[in-house]
């Protein structure tokens, strides 16, 4: 990458007082200057890319020195910001309440070739194209840097919305950075919306670069443009992918959430609750990539399914890409996903856990102790790590007071949760023996009883029966010796009142 930075530096020192610019051109760091805050009453502040701070000696910030600076810039908009003509230069004022400025943000704007070499792929694919990050981590530079790349490698018409003049600079006249694609101003970041769809209506662009989505009609004027078939490269407020869809005001950039009442047999195919978050519509942009560092990215290539993914309450796989320091970019492909089970697949699932052992999840249970139980007793349960996992949740009285985290993830699976006093062996050794009616031998002969009997009623009635409620350990060899007899069983309703339910042969 080449940066140029002595000229551009040099430039924002021309606006600084004399006894500013002395103290500042000292500093060996000068070519890695990010910002100087000035505050009325305080020392100079300036601050480094390697995180260095210095307050530079001297008078503290006086109200000339900030009439020095208005004076040698440009005009100050409505957001209050202004600029260094044919700079990328940014200068933030504070005011107080009657209006004046007693404070100053300068911050150092570069124009950086070659900053998006790890991601030209995406640029060049023609899809739409959102960017994700933490402020100053480099999305406005990475704009800038495509709308060069498309417009003068590709030849392609590309327009510049441009609010408070971030990605081309300030003045009439557009930062080279931007190369020869073309500039449209925008008077107020309240005015950014109408000024991207007047884009699109009256100079017939290829591509439409933009700053900052941050409000619903933006949102909306960006569904606008790419429904025209005109390619949009933009950031968002947000970190990540998730922060996108549990925005309210910008989901509708990679969707829309809606709230979906689903089916019993569509619930316990996707092994969730009736009611679930889904994707409204096709997301406005294709491709998304989060700036996680600033040599960092994760590609997501198809929004879409990434979006699915995350409602169904698991985490996307994006695409990593990494700079070293040596130059060299590493590309880490996200692992294959596991296709979601088709509803026959889900049944057999279904049917299989509940003939297996019995799933345990401690909570504040030792862990070790349980298993040692299981193993003296020989009973036919295992214990897990995940509660996707899990049978039942196995918790000390501590840990299982209403409203906990447990008892609500516990609640959203469905799943019963037994309580033992302390975490001690003994009180883990007597909830398995009363659990599992140590001397069992009677019970479960009874369970099975009962499963003959009432298949002998359903072959003569032609109709479903359900049997009395068990424990998950009793309904499993239910499940087991029904299934043996050649019908089919499912578990129905909630515990402690979960039972089998028999239906005919088919």
């Known amino acids: 990458m080449k940066v140029k930075t002595k000229d551009e530096i040099q430039e924002l020192l021309k606006v600084l007082p004399e006894r500013i610019v002395k103290a500042l051109e000292g500093k060996a760091e000068l070519p890695r200057l990010i910002e100087i805050i000035l505050d009325l009453g305080k020392s100079t502040e300036a601050r480094f890319s390697n995180e260095k701070v210095y307050y530079l000696p001297g008078n503290p910030v006086s109200q000339a020195d900030i009439d020095f600076i208005t004076s040698k810039i440009g005009q100050f908009t409505s957001d209050n910001r202004a600029g260094i003509e044919r ?52 999305k406005t530079t990475k704009l800038r840097e495509a709308a060069r790349v498309l417009a003068d490698e590709f030849n392609k018409r590309v327009i510049v919305v441009d609010t408070s003049n971030e990605i081309a600079g300030d003045g009439d006249i557009p930062h080279p ?41 933006e949102a909306a004027a960006c569904r606008t443009i790419a429904e025209r078939g005109v390619q949009l490269i933009a950031t968002a407020h947000g970190n990540s992918l998730e922060n996108l869809v549990s925005n309210p005001t910008l989901s509708d950039l990679v969707g829309g959430v809606q709230t979906v009442i689903l089916g019993d047999e569509e619930a316990k195919r996707r092994r969730t609750q009736k009611a679930v978050l889904e994707r409204k519509a096709p997301p406005t942009f294709d491709l998304l990539i989060e700036i996680r560092e600033r040599d960092t990215f994760a590609v997501f290539s198809d929004v879409a399914k990434a979006v699915d993914t995350l409602l169904r309450g698991k985490v996307p796989q994006p695409e990593l890409r990494v700079r070293t320091k040596e130059g060299k970019i590493q590309v880490e492909k996200p692992r294959e996903e596991i296709p979601e089970p088709t509803k026959e697949e889900a049944e057999k699932i279904i049917r299989e856990k509940e003939a297996g052992p019995l799933r345990i999840y401690p909570f504040g249970v030792n862990r070790g102790e349980l298993e040692r139980g299981l193993r003296v007793l020989q009973l036919p349960a295992v214990a897990v790590n995940n ?107 909630e515990e402690p009142k979960r039972r089998l339910r028999i239906y005919p042969e088919k």
Request: hydrophobic residues 40%.
């Open 177 to 217: 950075g931007i190369g020869r694609a073309r500039r449209m101003q925008v008077p107020s970041p309240e005015r950014q919306h109408a000024v991207m769809i007047e884009a699109v209506e009256n100079h017939m662009p290829e591509v439409i670069i933009v700053d900052e989505i941050g409000t619903e009609a």
């Open 387 to 493: 509660l996707d996992d899990a049978d039942m949740v196995l918790t000390v009285k501590s840990k299982a007071r209403p409203g906990t985290k447990i008892i609500l993830a516990a609640e959203e699976h469905k799943i019963p949760v037994h309580i033992i006093k302390k975490n001690v062996s003994s009180a883990i050794m007597k909830f398995l023996k009363f659990y599992f009616k140590a001397g069992r031998e009677e019970s479960d002969e009874a369970a099975l009883m009962e499963v003959l009997e009432a298949i002998r009623q359903v072959k003569n009635t032609k109709r479903s029966v359900d049997l009395n409620p068990q424990n998950a350990y009793l309904r499993r060899l239910q499940h087991k010796k029904v299934e043996e007899e050649g019908f089919r069983s499912e578990s129905v309703g």
């Open 87 to 138: 700079t990328l230069h940014r200068i933030s004022a504070m005011r107080n309440r009657t209006g004046k400025i007693v404070g100053m943000t300068c911050r150092i704007g570069r124009a950086i070739y070659g900053t998006i070499d790890i991601i030209r792929d995406a640029i060049e694919s023609g899809k739409n194209t959102l960017f994700l990050g933490p402020p100053g981590i480099g």
